[in-house]
């Protein structure tokens, strides 16, 4: 088991290979780390920003070992340039992404009331709303229609404005800012620009807010800072991950909704209330949410893991999507199969980075998929499979355009 510290002797450290940033189109696996999945449980890669090499885990038990595991840091990543897919490099001091524990659960007190199951209860309806006013458009206007243009982008970015508190005059260009920043085109100078467009906003935000009673994500902060609980620096690295949570919601569910209209079958499971929440986290598990790797942990200590070891100092990232093709936990996993039970995918991540957002990202699906298909009948692609057009040059994969009549 990966738990174990191993006793073998030393193995030679594997070699370091090259994961250049693919651009890949479609659900299609990425090939290189599929590749070194076969190679074995830990290899060692260079990605094309910053600087040197690091540790890649893909075995499911080791993925959860490491991401639970004080002996990995990600605090530590923040001093230093490590290899990495994002060309441009700006921690902030806050951001839940970059905190270890116990200061991980002293920054996200302030705002956990704001995703819990109850809040989610709350938000349901008002959420269903928004998304039935624009369903109502899509229907009016009639086939064919760009679900991504239409439903896919605005519902997400309402519901996440509406959670976080952002006014409506201030969503288009928020939006903007978010949709650069996880852009890969334009390089560090534009994803810079962005970030500091957007965190000068919640800035002033933040700040605005302070002393507030309401529940919004913003007045939470504010009113957080407002009794010294956290730093107003701490509150906006804090809003920042949230703020562009909405757009892994538009790229996942483009991808799931892909798959299904090209996939009758699937269709057909996901249109009966009763076997849909199996069918989606299925698809959770099986779809590409990201191109190439999240966020690097640094090892605080030596750890020996199935024979190597990881030094003190050295970098480690670990795979959620190879770690949701793990033969050993999920037998024929290249293959979409809606009756797999038990399901326990890290589509959320694992441990205390497990996603803030989760509870509210599978209200989001659910609602979007499920209406989708019953007020859309006989939903189906606008165009061949192979024409539909997919995001670019982008750290989270999805298609740019859907088009579909019905």
């Given at each position: ?274 076997t849909r929440e199996e069918t989606l986290d299925e698809l959770l598990r099986f779809i590409p949410h990201r191109a190439s790797v999240g966020l690097a942990r640094i090892a605080l200590e030596d750890v020996e893991l199935h024979g190597h070891r990881i ?96």
């Amino acid at each position: 088991m990966s738990e174990e510290i191993s006793t073998l002797t030393e193995q030679v450290p594997p070699p370091v290979r090259e994961w250049p940033a693919l651009d890949l189109g479609g659900t299609e696996f990425d090939p290189v780390l599929a590749e070194l999945m076969r190679e074995g449980p830990l290899t060692r890669i260079r990605l094309p920003h910053g600087e040197g090499w690091a540790w890649l885990a893909t075995r499911y038990d080791d993925v959860k070992l490491i991401t639970n595991d004080p002996r990995f840091s990600r605090t530590e990543v923040t001093r230093r340039q490590v290899t990495r897919l994002a060309p441009n490099f700006a921690p902030r001091s806050g951001s839940l992404a970059w905190a270890d524990q116990p200061e991980h659960n002293r920054l996200r007190k302030p705002i956990a009331g704001a995703f819990t199951v109850g809040a989610m209860k709350r938000l349901r309806p008002r959420a269903q709303t928004i998304l039935d006013g624009l369903v109502d458009g899509v229907v009016g206007d009639g086939p064919p229609a760009d679900l991504v243009e239409r439903v896919l982008e605005p519902f997400p970015i309402t519901v996440v404005s509406e959670v976080m508190g952002v006014p409506v005059a201030d969503r288009e260009r928020v939006h903007a800012w978010t949709r650069q920043i996880i852009s890969t085109s334009g390089g560090a100078e534009a994803a810079d620009r962005a970030k500091k467009g957007m965190y000068g906003w919640i800035t002033a935000t933040v700040r605005a807010r302070a002393g507030s009673t309401d529940e919004d994500v913003y007045s939470l902060l504010g009113a957080a800072v407002g009794r010294g609980e956290i730093s107003e620096e701490e509150a906006v690295g804090l809003a920042g991950p949230l703020q562009i949570g909405g757009e892994a919601v538009t790229h996942n569910c483009g991808q799931m909704l892909f798959l299904m209209l090209s996939h009758p079958e699937l269709k057909e499971r996901v249109k009966e209330p009763h076997t849909r929440e199996e069918t989606l986290d299925e698809l959770l598990r099986f779809i590409p949410h990201r191109a190439s790797v999240g966020l690097a942990r640094i090892a605080l200590e030596d750890v020996e893991l199935h024979g190597h070891r990881i030094t003190a100092g050295e970098p480690v990232y670990v795979s959620y999507l190879a770690a949701n093709r793990d033969p050993e936990v999920f037998p024929d996993p290249d293959r979409i199969d809606p009756d797999r039970d038990p399901n326990a995918h890290l589509a959320f991540g694992n441990g205390p980075h497990h996603c803030t957002g989760a509870v509210l990202a599978r209200l989001q699906t659910e609602l979007l998929v499920g209406t989708l298909l019953e007020r859309l009948p006989g939903l189906r692609l606008a165009v061949p499979a192979d024409e539909v057009v997919w995001r670019r040059k982008t750290m989270i994969r999805g298609p740019q355009t859907l088009p579909v009549t019905w």
